[in-house]
């Protein structure tokens, strides 16, 4: 079935410094492909998203390329701050049976960005 | 954005007890609203899927008669976990959708649950 991986964290990162976080993912049709966050006590967000092969989503400073070749779409910023710190998610979605959207989530990757 | 409020958002009980979790849109009207949970290190798993007004639909492998769905109005969903063992511990998360998935999928901070 369908699934998504991603990097185990946490990653620990100093402020300014550049972040990526890898997402791979398999996937029998076409799916859409997501990135949410989870602030502290806080719901999850959607970040950023791509429909179709290639597309780049953004959102904050983040980017993430659609790649239909290496089946990864890996979240990446120039220059944290200590206000990413976060738990970022995968997910993808697709349509299943054709009577349900639903969304397959990665394990998230904890973030903490040092000052 | 919309709002999702979950309630509680951390519940610790006795084996045995049953436990319920609720989901609200505030300022939506929900026609779908999902419920996952999240082992340590483990992907968020989809349990189920709710309509208002209508039975779940359940995720192979989800017991139907220890995780009961509710979803009786456009602005409330409950989950309740009956009869909760300690290997029911777990984050639980809810989203309502207003259409579509993705993009329209707003959710709840989640409920740990710890079972002893």
């Known amino acids: 079935g369908d699934s998504v991986t991603q990097m185990e964290g946490p990653v620990t990162l100093s402020e300014e410094a550049f972040l990526t976080i890898n997402c791979t993912y398999t996937a029998t049709g076409y799916p859409s492909l997501f990135w949410y966050v989870q602030y502290p006590g806080e719901g999850l967000q959607l970040l950023l998203k791509?429909?179709?092969?290639?597309d780049k989503g953004s959102n904050k400073g983040f980017e993430a390329t659609y790649r239909k070749e290496t089946t990864s779409f890996h979240l990446e910023k120039g220059s944290v701050q200590v206000s990413d710190s976060a738990v970022y998610f995968c997910a993808l979605s697709d349509w299943y049976g054709g009577a349900t959207n639903k969304l397959i989530f990665g394990t998230g990757t904890l973030l903490a960005v040092q000052p | 954005g919309a709002v999702v409020s979950q309630h509680p958002s951390r519940v610790i009980c006795k084996s045995g007890t049953s436990v319920k979790i609720e989901c609200r849109s505030l300022?939506?009207?929900?026609?779908?609203m999902f419920w996952y949970r999240q082992f340590p290190k483990q992907s968020l798993m989809l349990m189920a899927t709710s309509n208002e007004g209508s039975k779940a639909t359940y995720e192979q492998g989800v017991e139907k008669d220890k995780f009961l769905i509710n979803h009786a109005s456009l602005t409330l969903s409950t989950l309740t976990v009956t009869s909760a063992h300690p290997e029911d511990s777990s984050f639980y998360i809810c989203?309502?959708?207003?259409?579509?998935?993705?993009?329209?999928?707003?959710f709840g901070s989640g409920t740990q649950l710890s079972v002893l």
């Open positions: 989203s309502a959708s207003q259409g579509g998935a993705g993009e329209k999928l707003f």
């Open positions: 300022d939506f009207q929900a026609t779908t």
């Open positions: 791509a429909t179709k092969a290639d």
